[in-house]
């Protein structure tokens, strides 16, 4: 394995080409089937595949290790990774070991507080934050030092991702959080998925005026919806999320045994317009435990084959 060469991902944005990313939530259990079997779903779909650490605060196999299982079946990882459960120390060793063991791609996030999850008295570590995040592998990976300035022993050089939610408010300010994490050193943006396309349009063009689409790659988050209770929920209780009524009407004005159908319309028709939009440069993905609708959204979409 050349431990230098570029990503597939990096290879795939820097070429110009419009990019596909999908999730995988790794199992609540030491079982690598169901990391395998998610996998194999995904396989000749997407150029790469975001493991989730221990993602809405449940414990789950680590996120370091269902990388490792997706590395040995030929498939892509990007290995997500939250502030909230390591100190600085515990978070540059575990890039150095997930760089060791072939993982180049990283996104740098804060996660979900622990009131949501399994373990709500769990005492959480926010010792940095997912910008101090985001400048740590960067200074790792151009200066090859750890956070105190010592010299390391093979730098991990990985491409660097981070999040970006245009539908939180103040509005404004997502286009200064988006720059200031440009500037901590993201090499790629994963969005919060998109309903709310007029919004999602707005941002992107203040995202140009800035020349922010020039120095980032910037994918697209979809998630296709099964029901209009889904609809109403994302809307009403996920922090950030923004779906707009005509949409909400629109999924409650099928037939029930129609949902999905409907769902995955708009999902494609999202996929659609986010090709059409300037300084979008890919796809992300997110149909968590529904893995298997991934390569239909793919192939409806045409962005198949794969290179």
Not at 119 to 132: E, G, K, R, Y
Request: hydrophobic content about 40%; charged content about 25%; glycine content about 8%.
């Amino acid at each position: 394995m050349n431990m230098n060469a570029q990503s597939r991902l990096q290879e795939i944005l820097s070429k110009g080409d419009f990019a596909v990313t999908a999730e995988c939530g790794p199992p609540r259990g030491a079982n690598p089937e169901v990391v395998r079997k998610k996998g194999e779903l995904l396989k000749g779909y997407v150029d790469a595949v975001n493991v989730t650490d221990n993602q809405t605060a449940i414990v789950r196999m680590s996120s370091i290790a269902a990388c490792s299982h997706l590395l040995q079946m030929g498939l892509e990882p990007v290995m997500q990774m939250v502030t909230r459960d390591r100190n600085r120390i515990a978070l540059q060793s575990d890039i150095m070991g997930a760089y060791s063991l072939g993982i180049k791609n990283i996104l740098c996030l804060s996660g979900d507080h622990q009131s949501f999850g399994s373990q709500p008295d769990a005492l959480n570590v926010f010792d940095i934050d997912s910008m101090n995040l985001i400048r740590t592998v960067q200074t790792m990976r151009e200066q090859g030092k750890d956070m105190s300035g010592f010299e390391l022993n093979g730098p991990p050089r990985m491409f660097i991702g981070a999040a970006a939610n245009p539908f939180a408010d103040p509005f404004e300010y997502r286009v200064i959080r988006l720059a200031k994490k440009i500037d901590a050193g993201a090499d790629f943006i994963q969005t919060q998925c998109i309903y709310n396309m007029d919004r999602f349009k707005e941002w992107m063009k203040m995202a140009r005026d800035e020349g922010l689409s020039e120095k980032v790659h910037i994918l697209g988050g979809v998630t296709p919806m099964k029901s209009a209770g889904m609809a109403r929920f994302m809307n009403n209780k996920v922090a950030g999320m923004d779906v707009p009524e005509p949409l909400i009407k629109r999924m409650a004005g099928v037939p029930k045994e129609k949902a999905i159908e409907e769902g995955l319309k708009i999902c494609l028709e999202t996929i659609a317009e986010l090709r059409e939009i300037e300084g979008v440069h890919g796809v992300h993905i997110m149909a968590i435990e529904w893995e298997e609708i991934v390569g239909q959204i793919v192939e409806a979409s045409g962005l198949t084959p794969r290179p």
